[in-house]
């Protein structure tokens, strides 16, 4: 399986595509680094975990100061979310992941790079913020503070159904591993099996595997089907 510097960087890489094209999914059809099932991945995360997006986006070219400060919340809980927070959704997904969160969220600010661009952005926003009038940072401020709390729902949890989000993260992460084993006559049944034993979800009824082959339709992972059996010729 991946190592744990893999699942971390592989989590920024997710979220570094997220803050690119939210608001506008169909841009990742331009990029061709990963498999079109992940791409649907990126914009069903897109329609869910970060679909206040899609809301504020700029009409005829302008955006209000309202939605600007929205629009910086997102960005500043997202940040947040990846320097702090990210370390208990991989140990909460990977149980057996080795590192302690302490360790993990030392690793990913070794990965600073990846999403520093977007935390000067942060920077630069705050500090023109503070150059407008009183009533246009009131505007803004409360923008802000309404686009804090756009990007995880009431119980601190990322918005959306859970369990999909969750399954959503999975995939994404092992993504590498999953293409290796399509080409080695991979059947939902086994991946869902595999899934099972090396992430800390419950996969195992029967229920879960029509919910789990809904999944694969909706972001279009096809995988190879369990054979029939032979016909008796005698028969």
Same mark, same amino acid.
């Given at each position: 399986?991946?190592? /744990? ?129 009183p009533i246009q940072q009131k505007e803004f401020y409360q923008g802000f503070a309404e686009g ?68 694969? /339709? ?18």
């Open positions: 399986g991946p190592t /744990d510097e893999e699942l971390i960087e592989r989590m920024l890489r997710l979220f570094v595509l997220l803050l690119q094209y939210s608001g506008t999914p169909t841009n990742t059809q331009n990029t061709t680094d990963y498999p079109s099932w992940c791409l649907k991945i990126v914009q069903r995360l897109d329609s869910t975990i970060l679909k206040s997006l899609q809301v504020i986006q700029p009409k005829d070219g302008h955006m209000s100061l309202r939605n600007c400060g929205r629009l910086f919340g997102i960005l500043k809980r997202t940040l947040f979310f990846i320097k702090h927070e990210m370390a208990k959704q991989l140990k909460d997904i990977f149980p057996e992941e080795k590192l302690t969160p302490d360790e993990i969220n030392q690793m990913i600010s070794e990965y600073s790079e990846i999403f520093n661009p977007y935390q000067w952005l942060y920077e630069k926003a705050m500090l023109e913020g503070s150059q407008l009038t804090l709390s756009m990007f995880l729902n009431e119980d601190g949890q990322l918005t959306g159904e859970r369990e999909r989000i969750s399954i959503y993260l999975i995939l994404w992460i092992l993504h590498p591993e999953i293409e290796k084993m399509r080409n080695e006559r991979l059947t939902r049944k086994k991946l869902l099996e595999w899934l099972a034993d090396n992430t800390n979800l419950s996969l195992r009824n029967s229920d879960t595997e029509d919910w789990f082959s809904d999944v694969c /339709d909706d972001i279009g992972l096809s995988l190879k089907r369990p054979g029939c059996p032979k016909k008796d010729p005698l028969k």
